[in-house]
Structures are given as structure tokens and as C-alpha cells.
């Protein structure tokens, strides 16, 4: 689910029913006195043939539910969705609602969405449903800009196996909960899981990290990995921050202190005297799953989305199940984690905000039961979760209930800021903390707080260009 423009291909537009209300398609006389409602799909997901079945079923429905306004439907392939839509706002001819999109889609247009809290406010719709963290993962300085629709909290994934192998104990699946390391009950935080991540990592001769024997130029097993997850989640699960400041209207580069602290211990992890996480060389491996290291059955924990139960139904080795636990504490103390996730937003500048909120609320919960199917997502109502729940559990029969209600519980776990927070010309910053990231990863020479005051000062540059 994630969110970034990929290209700038060729705009192809697909136009279902009216568009503008003298299009050159006929309307009956009942429909033009109905208020037009136009929707746009296509900047993340809804524009294969398959979603836009879905999504025309759901506009009929919606349509055929009352009088007073008529949905019509607007799709963009992926690869000029960004310019079709930038140029419709440009000329005051955008979309009426947009979406479904992710916060980090929704801040690559700025000051383009409505906040939702006098619509809210006037029509006494009910938040209570909802978890209130995601209702806060929605706000911004005008207020509530999205209501919660589909979503993917994160959790981490476990081979029962390979703690089993070794005697040691399971992590955590409730969060507050203790884990027991050598008779002792210890905190589970992320000094608890580089302790066991090292003991699970194994050379080929069969020691692990904390022996002096260890053959780290011959890793057979890591005890841990990152899987899906760029550089701004990696730093998410440590803390929550905003990435810059903006005194006297320039902007400065402040990546928080604790991510940098995640940045030092990914790194320490991958080379430092006892890894415990794949290097960039050897991940890229055959043998290592070319980037999908749990999947390959080489890491004993991988951390990533409730997205990923996509991608795990053939394991490369027999009998490789799994399980799920809650992400680790920070050094604050605090649970910080990573909600991927994805939403509805109405323009600003909609002539038919009422009727429009009529629609958004319309999509998030009556039409979620059509919806969340086509994009194989997880509804951000607790009570509509269990079919997302349903699905996966006849592909993983073996998973239990307990492990599938750690991605209820990362409901309360969003970050805000997080990953997906507005960053003055985005698109070459986030190139920037990707490069950093590879470096990161393929570098095991170089002197990181050196490296990371240079990631500092290039974004400063980049924030601030014209």
C-alpha cells in the first residue's frame, strides 16, 4: 500500500456516466436535477478491470440507496493519475472525492483537502467505532482531513520452528506483556529483540552471533529482518517526529533523535560485532530471497504490515509456518509503531461538500463490504476486520486467533508523525532517504554520524529549493 507517483506516462482517462453537467453524453431529466458527485480513482489502486467492476457496483448501489445525488465514477491509470488530477485542481475542475489513497499520496497534494470536523460536527456522525488513534492519524492543523477505511498494521512475523530449535521462548502476542529470557522476566523492546535476534542467527557451521566461533562471512540464518520496509518505516518503529522545522520561513532539516538511534542500531545490526540482520549484499542473494529474506525461510522474525500475509502462502521450506507477536518498546518506553493504510479525501474546494461527505461516509462503511475485497485490505472498523481475518485463514489454517488479533491491537499503533508526513518537494526527498538507506546497507566502512550529518544537510538544501 504504498504511496509514491511512479512515472509520468501517458494520461489515459476512462469516463464513466457524467463528468461535468454538460457533458456531451445525454442525462435524463432525474439525473440532472440530482447533485453531481464526482470520484477519482487511479492514483494508487481501483483502475485495474477487476477493482472498476467493484467500483461501478458500488457507485449503482450508492446511487440507487437515495435521490438526492448521483455518483459518477472518474479512473486514471496509474501512470498519470498525478498529472490529471494536478492538473484538475490547477484549473478548478477537480474531483469532488479522491481515493482511495495513502496519507503519504494525500500530502503530495497540500492544502488541497477539506477538513471533514464541521461536517462531522453537523451531522453528529459517530467516531466511536473507530480506534481513536486512527481517528488522530487523520488530523492535520485544519483538522480531521479522513475518516479510517482500509488498513494494515504491523506485528512481527515468527517461525515457531526456529525458537523451538533452540529452547527459547516465544515473543510477546499481547502488548504490555513481559518475555522471558534465561528464567527472567525482561521487557520486550528492541534491546530484548536484538538479544534473541543474535542468538538466532546462525552461521553454517551452527553457531550463533554471541559465540566467539561465528562465522559472519557465512550466515546460514539471521535472527531478524525488515521486510517491505523503506527507511522512513524503519525509523517509525523507534519514534514519531516531523522531519524538519521552518524558522523564518525556510526550512531546516531535523530528522529526530530517535531516528536516528534506529538508523545506528539497523546498522550496528547488519555490521556491527554481532549482526543479527542481512546486509544489502547478502539479501540480494538467491539463497536469501532477493530482498525477501522471511520468505526465503532464512530470518527467524521479520517485521512488516498485515499486507504481507499476501506474499507468504509457499515457503521454500517445508513445514516453514508462522506466527504473529507485538512490535518491541522503544527506548521511551513507548510502543511505536507503522500503519499502512488508505483512505478517501474530499477537494477543498468542492461546491458539494455536504453531499460529498454523504458519499465518503457512504464509502467507508456500506460499500467497505464490496471494497475492501477488490483491494485485498483490512476494514479500520474492528467489527468488519474478521473477513480479512476469514480470508487468510484459509490460506494459513495454522495461524491462530490469538496471532491475528496483534493486527487489532496495531490499530492503536499508527505514527504520527511518521513516515508518511508532508516534505517540501517530497519526491527528490524521499530519493534522498533512500540513497541514504542503501548506503546503509551496503556500506560496512563508513562512519555513520558523518554519513548522517550529510543526509541532513542535503535535505536542508532540497526542502528549500524553489
Known sequence: MQSERTSVGVRVL????????????????????????????????GASPEQIAS?????????????????TLQTATAGGAYDVLASQFATGQGPDIVG??????????????????????????????????????????????????????????????RFDELGLEYPPQEYGDKYRLDGQDVDWNWAT????????????????????EFDREHI?????????????????????????EEPEGSYVSSVPAAWKSAWAWWYDAMWGAQPFMATGVLADTF?????????????????????????????????QEFQLAVLPMSADGLVHGRITEQSFYIWKQSQHTQEAFQVLTYLVTTAADKLLPAYDAMSALPEKAGTFFTQRSIEYPFITQKSWNVFIQGMTYPDIPGADQYLPHRNE??????????????????????????????????????
Do not use: H
Open 14 to 45: 476512462i469516463f464513466i456516466s457524467f463528468l461535468f453537467p454538460f457533458s456531451n453524453c445525454t442525462a435524463t431529466p432525474s439525473s440532472q436535477q440530482k447533485t453531481q458527485i464526482k470520484w477519482f480513482v487511479g492514483l494508487e489502486v
Open 55 to 71: 467500483l461501478e457496483e458500488v457507485v449503482a448501489d450508492f446511487n440507487q440507496s437515495q435521490a438526492e445525488s448521483e455518483l
Open 100 to 161: 482511495p489513497i495513502s496519507r503519504g499520496t494525500a500530502n503530495t497534494f497540500p492544502n488541497q483537502w477539506l477538513s471533514l470536523d464541521e461536517a462531522i460536527r453537523t451531522t453528529n456522525y459517530d467516531l466511536s467505532p473507530y480506534n481513536p488513534a486512527l481517528v488522530d492519524f487523520y488530523k492535520n492543523a485544519q483538522g480531521i482531513i479522513s475518516l479510517p477505511f482500509a488498513v494494515s498494521p504491523s506485528a512481527i512475523y515468527y517461525a515457531p520452528a
Open 193 to 212: 529483540l536484538s538479544e534473541v535476534a543474535q542468538r538466532l542467527t546462525i552461521d553454517i557451521n551452527g553457531f550463533n552471533a554471541t559465540q566467539p
Open 220 to 244: 546460514d540464518q539471521v535472527g531478524f529482518s525488515f521486510e517491505g520496509q523503506g527507511v522512513l518505516s524503519i525509523a517509525a518503529f523507534f519514534g514519531a517526529g516531523k522531519i524538519y
Open 287 to 319: 539463497e536469501f530471497g532477493k530482498g525477501n529474506v522471511f520468505y526465503a525461510g532464512k530470518s527467524a522474525m521479520g517485521l512488516s504490515q498485515a499486507w504481507f500475509t499476501c506474499c507468504l502462502t509457499s515457503f521454500p521450506r517445508a513445514g
Open 429 to 466: 526527498a524521499l530519493s534522498r532517504f533512500q540513497t541514504f538507506g542503501d548506503i546503509l546497507r551496503y556500506d560496512g566502512n563508513l562512519n555513520f554520524d558523518v554519513e548522517f550529518q550529510r543526509l541532513q544537510d542535503d535535505l536542508t538544501v532540497i526542502y528549500n529549493k524553489p
